[in-house]
């Protein structure tokens, strides 16, 4: 089983919709969990962390459910800009360090 | 200030080759880890350092070789090179990844290396 899984899409969403991803983990003592972007080509870019009360940056909300060992994200309005691969990353703490895991990620189309 | 580093953009190598990736991490970052990326797929680790030493390694073989220097730069080195090394490599420096909760990793631009 994946570390970390989430729906490839691509999820395709007009201008200005709310578009929602879901990520799962299957390691319960993982402890910190982000949201990367990846345009084409290039490298992941920090978009947020993730913090169990959840938290707002704007027009993205990330959630994390530990029960069910989920994390969220969902962005508002969305915009041309947006379209981009989301990558979901959980760290779990092995021996002597934080390994980061990364999923495969959701490829975002936002279309005029 | 200066964001992660890497070099050579591009490389192309032949079969049985070696090869050698740098990255210099954000000035105050003592910590560099490097992954493997392959198209339809997200980063894959391959090796992690902290002030200068190896605090942890995944599933690559031995082939697979890695040092940071006592300035926090690193190489990557891979030997008897195939064509399923093709891929984008990535560095990525962060402050400090011990503790509980670590801090977030930021990327270089990647050495994409193509294995003919």
């Known amino acids: 089983r994946k570390e970390v899984e989430q729906d490839p899409g691509p999820f395709n969403v007009p201008e200005g919709a709310t578009v929602a991803f879901n990520c799962t983990y299957s390691?319960?003592?993982?402890?910190?969990f982000f949201w990367y972007r990846q345009d084409c080509r290039k490298e992941p870019k920090l978009l947020m962390s993730?913090?169990?009360s959840g938290n707002e940056d704007g027009r993205f909300t990330a959630q994390l459910n530990r029960a069910s060992q989920y994390i969220s994200l969902l962005i508002r309005d969305s915009k041309l800009s947006d379209s981009a691969t989301y990558l979901c990353?959980?760290?779990?703490?092995?021996?002597?360090?934080?390994?980061?895991?990364f999923g495969s990620g959701t490829k975002l189309n936002v279309k005029p | 200030d200066a964001g992660v580093t890497q070099s050579p953009t591009h490389l192309i190598k032949t079969r049985g080759q070696q090869v050698t990736l740098r990255c210099s991490p954000i000035?105050?970052?003592?910590?560099v880890s490097w992954y493997q990326q392959v198209l339809g797929q997200g980063p894959q680790f391959i090796f992690q350092?902290?002030?200068?030493?190896?605090?942890g390694r995944g599933n690559f073989p031995d082939r697979f070789s890695a040092r940071q220097f006592p300035n926090y730069s690193s190489e990557l080195n891979v030997n008897a090179l195939l064509l399923g090394d093709s891929a984008l490599y990535l560095c990525?420096?962060?402050?400090?990844?011990?503790?509980?909760?670590?801090?977030?990793?930021?990327f270089g631009p990647g050495t994409r290396l193509t294995v003919t």
């Open positions: 990353v959980v760290t779990t703490p092995l021996y002597n360090f934080n390994k980061f895991y």
């Open positions: 993730v913090y169990s």
């Open positions: 990525a420096s962060s402050l400090d990844p011990t503790g509980d909760y670590p801090y977030e990793q930021y």
């Open positions: 000035s105050g970052h003592k910590s």
């Open positions: 390691n319960s003592a993982s402890q910190s």
């Open positions: 350092y902290y002030e200068k030493e190896e605090r």
